[in-house]
C-alpha cells in the first residue's frame, strides 16, 4: 500500500547515523511505499558525461549517459522526465545538480504522486549533500578514473559548482577535472552582495595547487573580515609575495549588489569577463586594472577598481586562458570571439545556465582533441532582480 510518510520517515532515520551505502537499500526498501518497484539515486560524474548509480547500489550498474537519454534530459533541464514506466527526477540540493532519482513505476503516475516523488528527491538530494562528507560513495561513484593529488587538494577547496540566491545566479565548470591544479573559482552570497572571483595560479601540480589554496582561502579570509575589493587585493598580493616570492596569480575580484544591479571589480592581469544583455554583447570592460596578485608591489598606485550597472537579465562570463588559448588540430586559438558567439548562441537557445558552462567545457575539450593543454576554467553570473525571474 502506497503510504509516502512512512518512506519519509524511514528516509529522514538516516539523517544522523548513517554512511552514504545507507541510502541505496533503503531506498529499495521505501520504494513499493511509493508505488514503485525499484527506485535509484544516480550521480553525475565529475565530466559530467554520465549518471551512475550511488556506490552500493545492488544490481543495475550501467551507467546512463547525460546527452541524449530522459535521464540525462531531467538533470540537463533540472525538470522531472517520464517515459514509461519510469520516472527521472533531478536530484537539486539548492541549484546545484547532483544527478536524478531514477523511478520505475508500477503504474503511470498521477499528479499527486509526481509531487510525492519530486518531494523525496528532494529529500534525496539533501541526504547525499550533508552525508557526502562522511564516506566516499560519492566521490566513488563520481570518479571515473583516478583522480591527480593537486586537483584533489583544489576540488576539496571549491564551493558547489551553481548556486542561486537574491536574484543572482552563479555556476562554473573546470577541466581538466582529475587534473586541474592552478584554476579555481569562489563565491559567497551576504545580504546584498554576491561576491565572485575566478583565480589562474602560475604554473601546474602540487605547487601550482598549494599556492592556489593560499589565494584561495586568503580571500575568504579578506572577504570574511569585510575587506572592500582594493583591500582584498593588497592582502593576497601581500601573502602570496611573502609565502611565494616571484610567483603570482592572474584573477578577477569582483562583488554584484543583486538590489541595485551595481557590479564592481578588479581584473588583476586576468582577461577581461565577456558582458551579455540578453544575447547582445556588450562594451568590452577595461583590463588589466591592477597586476597579477604577488606582483602588485610593482605599481605604486592602489589597484583599479571598474564599476558597471547591470540591467536586468545580464549575463558576465569568466574564464581563464586555458578557454580561449585551447588550440584545435591545425593550431588555431579558440579565442575570445569564438567563445562569446558560443555563448550567445547558447542564450538564443534558452539553455539553462549551468548546462550552458557544461556544454562549454566539453567543447573545449572536443576542440583540443581531448587532451587540454592548461587547466580550463569559466563562471557566469547572471542578475536578474526579484521582480523578474531566472529563464
Known amino acids: 500500500m502506497a503510504d509516502p510518510m512512512e518512506a519519509v520517515r524511514r528516509l529522514l532515520d538516516l539523517r544522523h547515523r548513517s554512511r552514504p551505502e545507507d541510502l541505496p537499500p533503503v531506498l529499495d526498501a521505501v520504494a513499493p511505499l511509493l508505488g514503485a518497484a525499484r527506485i ?3 550521480m553525475v560524474d565529475y565530466e559530467q558525461i554520465s549518471l551512475w548509480p550511488l556506490h552500493g547500489t545492488a544490481s543495475d550498474s550501467a551507467p546512463r549517459r ?4 530522459p535521464a540525462g534530459q531531467a538533470f540537463s533541464t533540472a525538470r522531472t522526465a517520464y517515459a514509461e514506466p519510469c520516472l527521472w527526477v533531478p536530484l537539486l540540493h539548492g541549484a546545484e545538480r547532483l544527478g536524478v532519482l531514477e523511478v520505475w513505476l508500477d503504474a503511470d503516475p498521477g499528479e499527486p504522486l509526481r509531487r510525492d516523488l519530486e518531494a523525496i528527491a528532494s529529500l534525496v538530494a539533501e541526504l547525499i549533500a550533508s552525508r557526502r562528507f562522511y ?10 578514473q583516478p583522480m591527480q593529488l593537486a586537483a584533489e587538494i583544489i576540488w576539496n577547496q571549491l564551493p558547489p559548482l551553481t548556486f542561486a540566491a537574491n536574484g543572482a545566479l552563479v555556476t562554473a565548470v573546470l577541466e581538466p577535472c582529475y587534473d586541474v591544479g592552478g584554476d579555481a573559482f569562489d563565491y559567497a552570497a551576504n545580504g546584498d552582495l554576491v561576491h565572485v572571483a575566478l583565480f589562474d595560479t ?3 601540480g602540487i605547487a601550482a595547487s598549494a599556492l592556489t589554496t593560499l589565494t584561495l582561502n586568503t580571500y575568504r579570509n579578506a572577504r570574511r573580515c569585510g575587506l572592500g575589493l582594493a583591500d582584498t587585493y593588497r592582502s593576497i598580493d601581500k601573502w602570496i609575495r611573502a609565502q611565494y616570492p616571484g610567483a603570482f596569480v592572474t584573477a578577477v575580484l569582483a562583488e554584484l549588489d543583486t538590489t541595485t544591479g551595481a557590479y564592481r571589480r578588479i581584473a588583476a592581469g586576468h582577461p577581461a ?5 540578453g544575447d547582445r554583447p556588450m562594451a568590452a570592460l577595461p ?3 591592477a597586476l597579477p596578485l604577488g606582483l602588485g ?5 592602489p589597484p583599479g577598481v571598474t564599476e558597471l550597472m547591470l540591467e536586468a537579465g545580464d549575463t558576465l562570463v569568466f574564464y581563464t586562458d586555458g578557454i580561449t588559448e585551447a588550440r584545435s588540430a591545425d593550431g588555431e586559438l579558440f579565442g575570445v570571439e ?9 542564450m538564443r537557445r534558452d539553455v539553462p545556465a549551468p548546462e550552458l558552462m557544461r556544454h562549454l567545457i566539453h567543447t573545449i575539450v572536443s576542440y583540443e582533441n581531448g587532451e587540454l593543454r592548461d587547466d580550463a576554467t569559466a563562471a557566469l553570473v547572471q542578475w536578474h532582480p526579484p521582480a523578474s525571474r531566472f529563464p
Open 287 to 289: 583590463t588589466p586594472t
Open 40 to 42: 535509484t539515486a544516480l
Open 297 to 301: 608591489h610593482m605599481l605604486p598606485r
Open 202 to 204: 602560475v604554473g601546474h
Open 135 to 144: 564516506g566516499d560513495a560519492v566521490e566513488l561513484t563520481r570518479r571515473r
Open 273 to 277: 569577463e565577456l558582458h551579455l544583455r
Open 66 to 69: 547525460v546527452d541524449g537519454t
Open 338 to 346: 569564438r567563445l562569446g558567439a558560443f555563448v550567445r548562441d547558447e
